[in-house]
């Protein structure tokens, strides 16, 4: 699995290069520096880098880091699974208007709580704010992709394909994790 150790100086220059070293691409710059970590954050030695290249205060880079709630400066699952907790959702068919319901499928097919990272790192619990799917609630995100209209079994097949590493087929509309 990939942490910040893994994650290069070269490809994280390449990163800034990518947005021409422009310190008003902070935010694009600091999310694709968390994507490529593999454990979605940003750890502090690329901070520091950017600060440096894009020659913007250490304080701000954190500023940003810690204001916004899609950034993280401790490592998460390599997985963040963002389960939509507003109301549309919470009265979607599919969760009989238990907000509670989702969050429990999903802990019980993970195995840990809401805001825990599983010991794999494979997997991290999250709550987020409507993603605007809220037409196929129950939803979750996971990194750009929304899966809606969730039920006890689609949530066990999407964390048996984030475990394995296989989430493609999930996307695939497969109604399981092909293995
Ligand atoms: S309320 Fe859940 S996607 Fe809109």
């Known amino acids: 699995m990939n942490d910040a150790r893994e994650l290069t100086e070269d490809a994280v220059l390449k990163i800034m290069e990518g947005y021409g070293n422009d310190s008003q691409?902070?935010?694009a710059v600091l999310l694709d520096i968390q994507a490529a970590s593999g454990r979605n954050y940003v750890d502090r030695q690329w901070a520091l880098l950017a600060s440096k290249i894009l020659a913007v205060p250490l304080s701000k880079i954190f500023d940003v880091l810690t204001f916004y709630a899609m950034f993280?400066?401790?490592?998460?699952?390599?997985?963040?699974?963002e389960i939509c907790q507003s109301a549309p959702c919470h009265f979607?068919?599919?969760c009989s208007g238990r907000a509670q319901q989702v969050v429990d499928w999903f802990e019980g097919a993970a195995k840990i709580k809401m805001?825990?990272?599983?010991?794999?790192?494979?997997?991290?619990?999250?709550?987020?704010s409507c993603v605007g799917a809220c037409e196929i609630g129950?939803?979750?995100?996971?990194?750009?992709?929304?899966?809606?209209?969730?039920?006890?079994?689609?949530?066990?097949?999407l964390v048996k394909c984030c475990r394995e590493g296989n989430l493609n087929q999930f996307q695939n509309?497969?109604?399981?994790?092909?293995?």
């Open 25 to 27: 691409q902070l935010i």
């Open 138 to 157: 129950p939803v979750a995100k996971i990194g750009d992709d929304v899966f809606g209209d969730l039920n006890g079994e689609k949530v066990t097949a």
């Open 92 to 94: 979607s068919s599919g």
């Open 173 to 179: 509309e497969a109604p399981q994790c092909q293995n």
């Open 115 to 128: 805001g825990q990272t599983s010991a794999d790192g494979k997997i991290t619990l999250a709550r987020t």
């Open 72 to 81: 993280s400066v401790t490592p998460r699952g390599e997985y963040l699974i």
